[in-house]
């Protein structure tokens, strides 16, 4: 009976358009890829730097591992916390302006950790409505009560507010939306968040190394100080091309989580090579501004030729560039023929995305070449148009 049910749920998918298959892709040189055999240039993966198959860090990984083994061998609290993480942590704080930094396995457990160990029930969450699946789960964790406004929406925001309890309240958003591509309104939520007395957690995983001046996110984009924002998340996977997550915050904060998060608490520490590799690219993000550079040319370049396209955008100013397909058998076709001409983009659908708003995700790295966009428009022309 359950098997049957499995099945008769899966056609359900199929029947909808949003059955979905794994592709094996195997890494080329820059984006240069592999997809089921096939070579394509990747315009899906969150690398945006090129930074992870820098030979820099790839050399600290290897040298990591020789130094110290592949696994931790215990989670941080036992005897997995090793001097490439401490050393790690203390650099990602200086690089974020805050007194500490706590690393974590994953981004998806750091949102689940932070939010279930500050809040409780009774408590109440705001939260963008297009907020990452880990903080949605995060607060379903922490059993608060999970208040949604509309993307963006800082009157519906303030709204919430008003009727929110005294004491116990947090405002939650993404930094950089994963599938939009747009930055939050932080600056209007700083403030609704100091009248409200409430914290703001920010998830800014696609943000670190690529927006702002010096690459420290959207914090230093939009000029705010360490105290507006006392919750900060980021990923090591994205932008900076390893893996694993970490937390920024106040001395006493970074103390609370090692104390009472439970994510933290009860899982094997980050692999000490990974670390080191880390400790690489963090050198590489902060010292080679051209990267940086380069991006913002290649967005405006693709920007640019997708609207004499006539592809229907999202308004973004950062390597992720949505376009709009909204059918999901049609979103399916177009990551398909872009395929076989040689380009590798994702197909986004529900429930990643809201109900027709299927998109194709164009993703940009720094390692990309203005002949790889000017390849890739010529595609979409013949593959969404």
């Known amino acids: 009976m359950i098997l049957d049910h499995l099945k008769s749920q899966l056609e359900g998918f199929k029947a909808q358009g949003l059955y979905r298959h794994r592709r094996v892709v195997e890494k080329a040189h820059g984006m240069g ?29 290897m040298h990591g591992a020789e130094i110290y083994g592949v696994g931790s061998g215990a989670s941080h609290l036992v005897t997995g916390h090793g001097p490439a993480h401490h050393a790690l942590e203390e650099e990602l704080a200086d ?7 706590l690393l974590f396995s994953t981004g998806y457990m750091a949102n689940l950790g932070v939010i279930a160990s500050f809040l409780g029930r009774g408590d109440w969450v705001l939260a963008d409505r297009l907020n990452h699946a880990s903080l949605v789960d995060g607060v379903l964790l922490s059993h608060a009560q999970l208040k949604r406004y509309h993307h963006a929406d800082v009157a519906e925001l303030k709204t919430l507010l008003d009727r929110c309890p005294p004491k116990g309240k947090m405002i939650i958003t993404d930094g950089v939306f994963s599938m939009d591509g747009d930055l939050a309104p932080l600056p209007e939520l700083v403030k609704l968040a100091e009248k409200a007395k409430a914290w703001l957690m920010v998830d800014d995983a696609h943000g670190f190394g690529v927006v702002g001046s010096t690459g420290r996110g959207v914090v230093e984009h939009f000029g705010l100080d360490v105290a507006a924002v006392p919750l900060l998340v980021g990923t090591l996977g994205k932008a900076f091309g390893t893996f694993g997550a970490f937390v920024a915050g106040d001395y006493d904060v970074i103390e609370y989580l090692i104390h009472r998060c439970r994510p933290y608490i009860y899982t094997t520490a980050l692999p000490p090579a990974i670390a080191e590799a880390t400790r690489a690219s963090l050198r590489l993000v902060i010292n ?59 197909a986004i659908r529900p429930p990643t995305v809201p109900e027709g708003t299927a998109r194709l995700r164009v993703t940009l790295s720094a390692i990309h070449e203005e002949q790889d966009v000017d390849r890739l428009l010529e595609g979409l022309g013949n593959a969404v148009i």
């Open 288 to 346: 080679e501004t051209w990267r940086r550079d380069k991006l913002r040319t290649l967005i405006e370049r693709f920007r640019s030729g997708a609207s004499q396209l006539g592809l229907q955008l999202l308004p973004s100013t950062t390597p992720i560039q949505p376009i709009m397909i909204g059918d999901n058998y049609r979103v399916t076709q177009a990551s398909q023929r872009l395929q076989e001409l040689g380009f590798l983009v994702a």
């Open 95 to 101: 690089f974020c302006g805050r007194e500490r930094a």
């Open 33 to 61: 890829a592999f997809s089921d055999g096939h070579p394509v240039v990747n315009f899906c993966a969150n690398d945006y730097l090129g930074l992870s198959g820098h030979p820099k860090v790839v050399q600290a990984l």
